[in-house]
């Protein structure tokens, strides 16, 4: 998968931050909504115009994310 295709950014949307196929659900509300404890399934049913592989591409943005920054605190 490419979150690439999936992950939007959009100056005027949500003050910039990464959304979803430029629905305002942001990857940041999606990772949250995880960490408070949804299930995939929970977040699907509040939210149907979301899709599975919509959370994976927000699991794969952090990811990548995390990668970038390791990289570039590993250069200092």
Same mark, same amino acid.
Request: aromatic share 6%.
């Given at each position: $998968?490419? &979150?690439?295709?999936?992950?939007? /950014?959009?100056?005027?949307?949500?003050?910039?931050?990464?959304?979803?196929?430029?629905?305002? /659900?942001?990857? &940041?509300?999606? #990772?949250?909504?995880?960490?408070?404890? $949804?299930?995939?399934?929970?977040? #699907?049913?509040?939210?149907?115009?979301?899709?599975?592989?919509?959370?994976?591409?927000?699991?794969?943005?952090?990811?990548?994310?995390?990668?970038? #920054?390791?990289?570039?605190?590993?250069?200092?």
């Amino acid at each position: $998968m490419n &979150y690439r295709n999936i992950i939007t /950014i959009e100056p005027g949307k949500r003050g910039g931050k990464p959304c979803i196929r430029r629905m305002r /659900i942001t990857v &940041y509300d999606v #990772l949250g909504w995880l960490a408070a404890g $949804m299930s995939h399934a929970e977040i #699907l049913d509040d939210f149907p115009e979301l899709t599975e592989e919509d959370i994976r591409a927000c699991l794969e943005f952090a990811s990548d994310r995390e990668r970038c #920054l390791m990289s570039a605190v590993g250069e200092h």
